[in-house]
């Protein structure tokens, strides 16, 4: 792209927004500012356009995002046919494995959830579509980490904060990267409770007719009703039968 044709107001606009989250729902300007790395008198201007837009609230000291910024995800849910399609094939799946189902698609160094057919609850916090996760730690991360080249994904992985989220969770990116290497020869990836204490998961990529990878589906389950070492027995073959079916309808 030519420098000319880069909006820089709109780019820090949007870099202010990504500085919210669930940790962070209220901020200042000031600690805006040091999260956007954005000189205070940009963030304020920033923050004072999206709250005369109806984007956030302002009592004066803090900012807050408004529901309306949702219409923001809305409309990528609502351009792409994928999450429509895949979402009754979730469905069938979480039906018959007797457990939470989802699909996601990679955005830089997090996954971001499209689908969710949920059975029950097996994460401290709740997932739906638009949710994200550390990609080097979620099932569904790895199986589109391992759909990439080498380079790439090693790239993806050094621009990640690999941090443990429990005990067992691998974070040496040279470990990560062999990972990759068996979850693309074999086609799956299963997570022992890396993300979170007590949930396993296992998930596959799904390619269009073309055979390009679009997505990820896994299979999420409490480690004390299923631990990873079943997973593949009890979940697999449902994966591929629904990875195979989605083949098939993908463009």
Do not use: W
Request: positive net charge.
């Amino acid at each position: 792209m030519r420098e000319s044709d880069f909006v820089s107001g709109f780019a820090r606009g949007l870099k202010v927004i990504e500085a919210f989250g669930e940790a962070r729902p209220k901020l200042t300007i000031a600690e805006a500012a040091k999260l956007t790395e954005l000189d205070r008198a940009t963030v304020r201007r920033c923050l004072l356009t999206l709250a005369d837009l109806g984007y956030a609230d302002y009592d004066g000291k803090f900012f807050a995002l408004t529901p309306k910024v949702l219409r923001l995800g809305h409309a990528y849910l609502s351009a792409t046919p994928l999450p429509l399609v895949i979402q009754p094939y979730l469905d069938q799946l979480s039906e018959k494995a007797g457990q939470s189902a989802s699909a996601s698609v990679l955005d830089g160094t997090e996954i971001v959830y499209i689908a969710r057919a949920a059975q029950k609850r097996v994460m401290s916090i709740n997932l739906s579509p638009g949710s994200r996760l550390p990609a080097y730690c979620a099932s569904m991360g790895r199986a589109l980490l391992a759909s990439l080249p080498e380079a790439e994904a090693r790239s993806i992985l050094d621009r990640s904060e690999l941090k443990a989220n429990t005990p067992v969770t691998k974070t040496e990116p040279d470990f990560l990267m062999a990972e990759l290497r068996l979850v693309r020869a074999q086609g799956y990836a299963v997570i022992d409770q890396e993300l979170e204490l007590g949930l396993c998961s296992i998930a596959v990529p799904v390619e269009n007719d073309r055979g390009r990878v679009m997505a990820a589906i896994n299979i999420g389950a409490p480690a004390a009703h299923v631990p990873a070492a079943d997973m593949v027995q009890r979940y697999l073959s449902l994966l591929k039968d629904t990875q195979k079916a989605l083949r098939l309808v993908l463009r």
